[in-house]
DNA sequence: CATTCGTGGCA
DNA sequence: TTGCCAAGAAT
């Protein structure tokens, strides 16, 4: 069997799968719009599905067009995010969205450099708007269809560490030449990542692509490669940075010195403050740190 | 190219 | 119990 033929066959398995077992997501009904998709994909950056699907919902229900968040206070944009994590997501969905009033005429723009130019989204968001909202085949490239693809098509259990140049060409090659296609395997591929063919228990058992799986064949060896570093939390800037904005969505007015203090080492926190306020997260007064209101 | 940037659930 | 990791982007 040829190369193209095993994508075929491999193609044809995996969108069966998913028309029977791909999950009803609110972004991927026909009446989502393109600015529910882009919400979607910027939440859904490092955080787990199941997390945003309610936020998402409000979201939309809230600012269902780009110029409904434009009119936003940072404030609101900001408890709107709520435990999402990497708030500096949400004031760059903020940002893109006054971009696209003055810009784009309000709209999500469907040119790919466009896209790219908005604050927040990069190759990976590109492509996904592209070919979820517009129809635009881009091949998409996430952490679900690296490991799909290391492990079909390299019999390997993990990609490297960053997204290399020859993984772009085989994800490139494995996309189908046919428009739709291209569009459902983008989406399968990764459904098939998120459900089946996960990172820690891969469920092999229920893989529609179990008898073509190279890894499989191979009787799954272990990775080898590069030692990836941990993320490390406990005690780091993130947390603590986490903590004093988590302080500040709970007031309801400027935060007191003195709340501050007992979060750490006064130097420390008042630094992490003010990196902060330069990014937009907080603003700092004479009464103290608070949200951007 | 390596780091930094939240939060929470689960093996 | 705790380390791992989850539809990345920016620097």
């Not at 095993?6 to 989502?32: I, N, Q, T």
């Not at 600015?35 to 919902?57: D, F, K, N, Y």
């Not at 881009?138 to 997204?163: C, Y």
């Not at 799986?213 to 941990?230: L, N």
Request: proline residues 8%; neutral net charge; charged residues 25%.
């Amino acid at each position: 069997m040829s190369e193209a033929a095993f994508r075929e066959a491999v193609h044809d398995a995996v969108l069966r799968w998913y028309a029977v077992a791909g999950r009803d997501l609110p972004w991927r009904h026909r009446d989502a719009t393109p600015w529910g998709v882009l919400v979607s994909e910027v939440m859904a950056q490092q955080t787990p599905i199941a997390r945003i699907i309610g936020p998402w919902q409000a979201w939309l229900a809230r600012w269902p067009t780009p110029a409904a968040l434009a009119s936003a206070s940072p404030a609101d944009v900001i408890l709107a995010w709520d435990r999402l994590g990497y708030p500096r997501r949400a004031l760059g969905l903020h940002r893109a969205a006054k971009a696209m009033v003055e810009g784009h005429d309000g709209q999500v723009p469907s040119d790919p450099a466009d896209l790219r130019a908005l604050p927040g989204v990069g190759e990976y968001t590109t492509a996904a708007v592209s070919s979820f909202a517009f129809g635009n085949p881009l091949v998409v490239i996430d952490t679900n269809v690296r490991r799909v693809l290391t492990r079909i098509a390299l019999g390997r259990e993990q990609a490297a560490p960053s997204l290399t140049a020859a993984e772009r060409a085989l994800a490139q090659e494995w996309l189908p030449a046919e428009p739709d296609r291209a569009n459902a395997w983008n989406v399968a591929a990764m459904e098939l990542g998120a459900l089946i063919c996960t990172a820690r228990a891969p469920r092999c058992e229920d893989c529609p692509v179990r008898d073509r799986c190279r890894w499989v064949a191979a009787g799954r060896p272990a990775y080898d490669g590069p030692v990836r570093k941990g993320q490390g939390y406990e005690g780091t800037d993130r947390q603590l940075r986490g903590r004093i904005l988590a302080l500040a969505r709970a007031a309801t007015a400027p935060l007191a010195p003195e709340v501050l203090e007992g979060l750490g080492e006064p130097e420390r926190v008042a630094r992490l403050a003010e990196q902060l306020c330069a990014e937009g997260l907080l603003v700092h007064s004479r009464a103290g740190y608070d949200l951007p209101r």
